[in-house]
T-cell receptor, first 114, second 111 residues
Framework: ETGVTQTPRHLVMGMTNKKSLKCEQHLGHNAMYWYKQSAKKPLELMFVYSLEERVENNSVPSRFSPECPNSSHLFLHLHTLQPEDSALYLC?????????????FGPGTRLTVT | TQLLEQSPQFLSIQEGENLTVYCNSSSVFSSLQWYRQEPGEGPVLLVT?????EVKKLKRLTFQFGDARKDSSLHITAAQPGDTGLYLCAGAQLSDYKLSFGAGTTVTVRA
């Protein structure tokens, strides 16, 4: 248990559906992240929020829409996805320690787009 | 974003053997983190090394940060099947929210 929870753990959706992924951190951190992890590819950073303000948006398609209502919660809203969007979506939160930010990950949501 | 190269990409060994995973970059990092990820789960932070030349031990795992803070290694002694997983290294810079991740090393320990 890392202190970061994600729901749902598994999601199957059609290309015309709208769904949301939820992340909650219980660590008191002030930064939160969304990553995409596809098979045989490195982790891809999607979005970063610091103190509920988006500070990074790595050229992610508009069919992915993040929302950070407070420092403990992060959402990823999904609509009209493509099959190539099937992946493990990971949420992380971080705190600054000596040497930089240390990230703690949730268990991920395995998304399958049919 | 600075690149971190991990080697080898895959490693399969017998239980009881030792193994070393390397993480290299041409960039200097303020700290370096190692994670282990099991299938279907998120990466779990194992250790953070901060000082050049630093060595940290976590039971049978030994982590070393290079003197120049550009590289790191993870050594596992007497590997067990429970050590199986994807090992990721990630470099951090002061005041930067982002980490630079390596592509990972998949370790399989056969019983």
């Amino acid at each position: 248990e890392t202190g970061v929870t994600q729901t749902p753990r598994h999601l199957v959706m059609g290309m015309t559906n709208k769904k949301s992924l939820k992340c909650e951190q219980h660590l008191g951190h002030n930064a939160m992240y969304w990553y995409k992890q596809s098979a045989k590819k490195p982790l891809e950073l999607m979005f970063v929020y610091s103190l509920e303000e988006r500070v990074e948006n790595n050229s992610v398609p508009s069919r992915f829409s993040p929302e950070c209502p407070n420092s403990s919660h992060l959402f990823l809203h999904l609509h009209t996805l493509q099959p190539e969007d099937s992946a493990l979506y990971l949420c992380a939160s971080s705190q600054e320690v000596a040497g930089g930010y240390e990230q703690y990950f949730g268990p991920g949501t395995r998304l399958t787009v049919t | 974003t600075q690149l971190l190269e991990q080697s080898p990409q895959f490693l399969s060994i017998q239980e009881g053997e030792n193994l070393t995973v390397y993480c290299n970059s041409s960039s200097v990092f303020s700290s370096l983190q190692w994670y282990r990820q099991e299938p279907g789960e998120g990466p779990v932070l194992l250790v953070t090394v901060v000082t050049g030349g630093e060595v940290k031990k976590l039971k049978r795992l030994t982590f070393q940060f290079g003197d120049a803070r550009k590289d790191s290694s993870l050594h596992i002694t007497a590997a067990q099947p429970g050590d199986t997983g994807l090992y990721l290294c990630a470099g951090a810079q002061l005041s930067d929210y982002k980490l630079s991740f390596g592509a990972g090393t998949t370790v399989t320990v056969r019983a």
